[in-house]
């Protein structure tokens, strides 16, 4: 039930909004659709790993504000947009270093620990903007964030590779397995020779790595880097983690599920557009989802 509810869900909604709207069972629509939620997707599916390791990464939305208006501010002063558009996955890199060299060294819960420095990447945020929006101009800041090939969103293939790498890191490598291992049982991983340190480290840069390259789709989206522009954006990826099944105690979960919790969520504030319900509405139905799901994840767990 765990490992297809989500999916279950999803057909679900395809059909029920496919009968309800004909718009929206178009190619433009669900191209739309899958290419505004890619920067989440992205988030989602690196704070997979993160969340199967047994931590949370509350810093995501700030690293992904810091890596736009970074992004911004590199190419309106240098005049070269892939010199900004590079530098926000980079810079997502180093914060993510940052957040598992404190977790792992500090002591502290990761939750605590990244819930600090949300409120330090966000700050650095509104310094180098200056509480202000960073306006590009720059000829091709846009190609990565609009430009189609052959009609499909250059961001929705980024997307897609990334999605295929971190899966086949996850289920095909000794690393992916250790993820599991650190998460199932960080002791006995530790007593059976898994540098548990590591592994925290690496899926913590792993998660600030996705926020910049999701940061880089965004910000050459629209144009501009805005300070606050990833607000909220770490508890829409966790709950879209959960909803695809990953535990939040650990050692359990899979990228695939979690990519489709994020469309799923996408699709439910899809189809309150196309039928021009109340969007408040949008999030009480997306949160009792989350709640249902919660409540079978520990069910499960009580089971085991």
């Not at 988030?43 to 509350?58: E, K, M």
């Amino acid at each position: 039930m765990r490992d297809y509810a989500v999916l279950i869900l999803l057909g679900a909604i395809l059909v029920v909004l496919a009968l309800v709207s004909p718009s929206f069972f178009t190619f433009a629509n669900l191209m739309n659709v899958a290419n505004q939620s890619a920067p989440l997707a992205m988030i989602a599916t690196a704070g997979t790993f993160v969340i199967i390791s047994g931590n949370f990464d509350l810093s995501t939305g700030a690293m992904f504000a810091v890596g736009g208006v970074s992004a911004a501010a590199i190419t309106v002063a240098t005049g070269n947009p892939w010199l900004g558009l590079v530098s926000a996955p980079l810079i997502g890199l180093v914060l993510g270093l940052f957040n598992g060299i404190a977790v792992t060294t500090l002591k502290v819960h990761s939750f605590l620990a990244t819930l600090a420095t949300s409120l330090v990447f966000s700050a650095i945020a509104v310094l180098i903007t200056g509480g202000s929006l960073i306006t590009v101009t720059v000829p091709g800041f846009t190609d990565l964030g609009r430009q189609r090939v052959g009609g499909v969103f250059l961001a929705v293939i980024l997307l897609a590779t990334f999605i295929a790498a971190l899966w086949f890191v996850l289920k095909r490598t000794i690393f992916g397995r250790h993820v599991f291992a650190v998460g199932g049982n960080s002791s006995a991983a530790e007593l059976s020779g898994i540098r548990v340190s590591r592994i925290r480290i690496s899926v913590f840069a792993l998660s600030g790595l996705a926020a910049g390259l999701a940061a880089a789709i965004s910000v050459s989206r629209i144009a501009s880097g805005q300070p606050q522009a990833g607000l909220g954006m770490e508890l829409e990826a966790i709950a879209a983690i959960i909803l695809g099944g990953t535990s939040i105690y650990g050692g359990v979960g899979a990228v695939w599920r979690s990519v489709a919790g994020v469309y799923l969520i996408a699709l439910i504030g899809n189809g309150f557009d196309i039928m021009n319900v109340n969007p408040q509405l949008k999030n009480l139905v997306t949160g009792v989802i989350i709640l249902a799901a919660v409540a079978l994840a520990a069910a499960g767990n009580r089971r085991r």
